[in-house]
């Protein structure tokens, strides 16, 4: 059983424990929560509830689709404020003092300590449990699992509006992100994109990268802007669309090595993109 914080609640949550889909679905940034030991970290409600501490909307669609594709969930339950989750260890916004533009003064001067408890009360609970749930996802699949991690984005970025609805991020395994971009293409009026808002560059990838990319199975995150998954009705329909667009792209996966071809992987260069501590 894992260990509870200092609020009672755990590091993360699992539904549909038992789903026997072929693919796991995770929500790094689910929950805007921070847990008693880190107070507000000097931060305002209003700000709290900003895109800056979570993803609004992502675990609602998560878990629909999670219903629909028969797929067990995993979901962070702490702010990304806290610990970043979808970051490698040592990276500069693993526990952002500055998100946008807001400051959270209690990530100013974290010490080593500190990050430590971040780190081993927070981050490595999830990390084990994803890999524990692709392992027995894998084991019990009749297919290949694919992992696959859901996330929005804000509309407006440091006072740029953005026009894309959605983006399909992935890395050097694009079996299921080109499918999938190749059905929601497909749909008029849509704005779709490969690698948009952000992509792997900005170091967006990483729990993919470590659960699914070094088990050479196919993955894809989805980047979703969240004004257009703020209504149960909306959540739902986003939900039976990308859930469709897994299910079509799946049919044309290669059952053998991913592919490596770099022409199919639009990734920006690291700097050249919106730097930005919140994708």
């Known amino acids: 059983?894992?260990?509870?914080?200092?609020?009672?609640?755990?590091?993360?949550?699992?539904?549909?424990?038992d789903g026997r889909g072929a693919a796991v679905i995770v929500v790094d940034h689910a929950s805007n929560r921070i847990p008693d030991s880190?107070?507000?970290?000097?931060?305002?409600?209003?700000?709290?509830?900003?895109?800056?501490?979570?993803?609004?909307?992502?675990l609602a669609v998560a878990r629909h689709m999670s219903r629909i594709l028969?797929?067990?969930?995993?979901?962070?339950?702490?702010?990304?404020?806290?610990?970043?989750?979808?970051?490698?260890?040592?990276?500069?916004?693993?526990?952002?003092?500055?998100?946008?533009t807001t400051t959270s003064p209690g990530n100013a001067a974290i010490s080593a300590a500190d990050m430590k408890h971040r780190v081993e009360?927070?981050?490595?609970?999830?990390?084990?449990?994803?890999?524990?749930?692709?392992?027995?996802?894998?084991?019990?699949?009749?297919?290949?699992v694919a992992v696959i991690a859901v996330h929005t984005f804000t509309p407006v970025y440091k006072g740029v509006a953005r026009a894309?609805?959605?983006?399909?991020?992935?890395?050097?395994?694009?079996?299921?992100?080109?499918?999938?971009?190749?059905?929601?293409?497909?749909e008029d009026g849509l704005a779709a994109a490969a690698n948009e808002p952000y992509s792997p560059a900005d170091e967006v990838y990483h729990t993919l990268d470590r659960h699914a990319s070094s088990r050479g199975l196919p993955s894809a995150m989805i980047e979703i802007r969240n004004d257009v998954v703020?209504?149960?009705?909306?959540?739902?329909?986003?939900?039976?669309?990308?859930?469709?667009?897994?299910?079509?792209?799946?049919?044309?996966?290669?059952?053998?090595s991913p592919l490596t071809s770099g022409s199919a992987r639009p990734l920006r260069d690291h700097g050249t993109g919106p730097a930005s501590t919140t994708p």
Do not use: C
């Open 121 to 144: 009360a927070v981050y490595t609970p999830y990390h084990q449990a994803v890999e524990a749930m692709v392992s027995r996802q894998v084991a019990v699949a009749a297919e290949p």
């Open 38 to 58: 880190w107070g507000d970290l000097g931060l305002t409600a209003e700000a709290r509830e900003e895109h800056i501490a979570w993803d609004p909307g992502a």
């Open 70 to 100: 028969d797929a067990p969930l995993i979901a962070g339950t702490v702010s990304r404020l806290v610990v970043d989750l979808n970051r490698p260890l040592g990276s500069a916004t693993l526990a952002p003092a500055v998100s946008e």
């Open 1 to 17: 059983m894992e260990k509870l914080l200092d609020d009672g609640m755990a590091p993360f949550a699992i539904e549909n424990r």
């Open 164 to 186: 894309l609805q959605v983006g399909i991020l992935f890395d050097r395994d694009d079996r299921l992100g080109l499918g999938m971009l190749d059905v929601l293409k497909g």
């Open 230 to 256: 703020r209504t149960p009705a909306d959540q739902q329909r986003w939900a039976e669309r990308l859930a469709g667009a897994v299910t079509r792209a799946r049919g044309g996966l290669d059952r053998g």
